[in-house]
T-cell receptor, first 112, second 112 residues
Framework: GAGVSQSPSNKVTEKGKDVELRCDPI?????LYWYRQSLGQGLEFLIY????????KSGLPSDRFSAERTGGSVSTLTIQRTQQEDSAVYLC??????????FGQGTRLTVV | DAKTTQPNSMESNEEEPVHLPCNHS???????IHWYRQLPSQGPEYVIH???SNVNNRMASLAIAEDRKSSTLILHRATLRDAAVYYC?????????????FGGGTRLMVKP
C-alpha cells in the first residue's frame, strides 16, 4: 500500500483479555515505531525497531506489553491481560533511515 | 535526545500568517529540526525539516536561527484546516536510524 496501515482501526475488549494490534509499514522502510496517545495527551513512545538491530523497548510501560517485527516488515504489538488504563490510540510509524516518518491512522483500543 | 520547548497553544485568524516558535538550546551539530502536525483524530503527519538553512515547501516555511538554538514554523496563510497540534522534534541523522521523541507540541486554533 501507499502508506502505513494499521488494523484493526477500533478494538473494544474486556478487561483481562489479550489483544494484538497490527502495523504494516511502508515497503522498504527499515525503522518502525509504536506510540500510544491517551485522550487529549501527547504521544508516548513505546518501542522502536531499526533493521536487524535489537529493538529499543525502553518505552514499554509494563511486561504486559510486547512487540515483534517479523521479517523486517509487519509488526504486532501485544497487550496481555488488558487494563482500563491501556485504553488509548496506538499509533505506528515507519521511516527510511534518516528521513521523516509516516504514521498510520492508529488503532483505538477501549478496554471495558 | 535533545529537548524542545514550544508554547502550549496559539491562536490565529484565518488567512493570516502564523509563526510557531520552538526553542532547542541544547541542539547538537548533527540534529535536524523536524516539524510534524496532528490534525484531530488523525496520526501525525510530516510538515518540514531542516538543518541550517531556511526551508520552504508547499505546506510551510522553516526559519532556523543562525545559532540553531531556535526555529520558527511559518504558515503563510492559515486556513481552518491548519488547526492542529504542531510538534517540533530534533532528530539526529545518522546511518543507524534514530528515534522520534515528541514533546507536548503547540495547539494551533484558527478563527474564521
Amino acid at each position: 500500500g501507499a502508506g502505513v496501515s494499521q488494523s484493526p482501526s477500533n478494538k473494544v475488549t474486556e478487561k483481562g483479555k489479550d489483544v494484538e494490534l497490527r502495523c504494516d509499514p511502508i515497503s522498504g522502510h527499515t525503522a518502525l515505531y509504536w506510540y500510544r496517545q491517551s485522550l487529549g495527551q501527547g504521544l508516548e513512545f513505546l518501542i522502536y525497531f531499526q533493521g536487524n538491530s535489537a529493538p529499543d523497548k525502553s518505552g514499554l510501560p509494563s511486561d504486559r506489553f510486547s512487540a515483534e517485527r517479523t521479517g523486517g516488515s509487519v509488526s504486532t504489538l501485544t497487550i496481555q491481560r488488558t487494563q482500563q488504563e491501556d485504553s488509548a490510540v496506538y499509533l505506528c510509524a515507519s521511516s527510511s533511515t534518516g528521513n521523516w516518518a509516516f504514521f498510520g491512522q492508529g488503532t483505538r483500543l477501549t478496554v471495558v | 535526545d535533545a529537548k524542545t520547548t514550544q508554547p502550549n497553544s496559539m491562536e490565529s485568524n484565518e488567512e493570516e500568517p502564523v509563526h510557531l516558535p520552538c526553542n532547542h538550546s541544547t541542539i547538537s551539530g548533527t540534529d535536524y529540526i523536524h516539524w510534524y502536525r496532528q490534525l484531530p483524530s488523525q496520526g501525525p503527519e510530516y510538515v518540514i525539516h531542516g538543518l541550517t538553512s531556511n526551508v520552504n515547501n508547499r505546506m510551510a516555511s522553516l526559519a532556523i536561527a543562525e545559532d540553531r538554538k531556535s526555529s520558527t514554523l511559518i504558515l503563510h496563510r492559515a486556513t481552518l484546516r491548519d488547526a492542529a497540534v504542531y510538534y517540533c522534534i530534533l532528530r539526529e541523522n545518522n546511518n543507524a536510524g534514530n528515534m522520534l521523541t515528541f514533546g507536548g507540541g503547540t495547539r494551533l486554533m484558527v478563527k474564521p
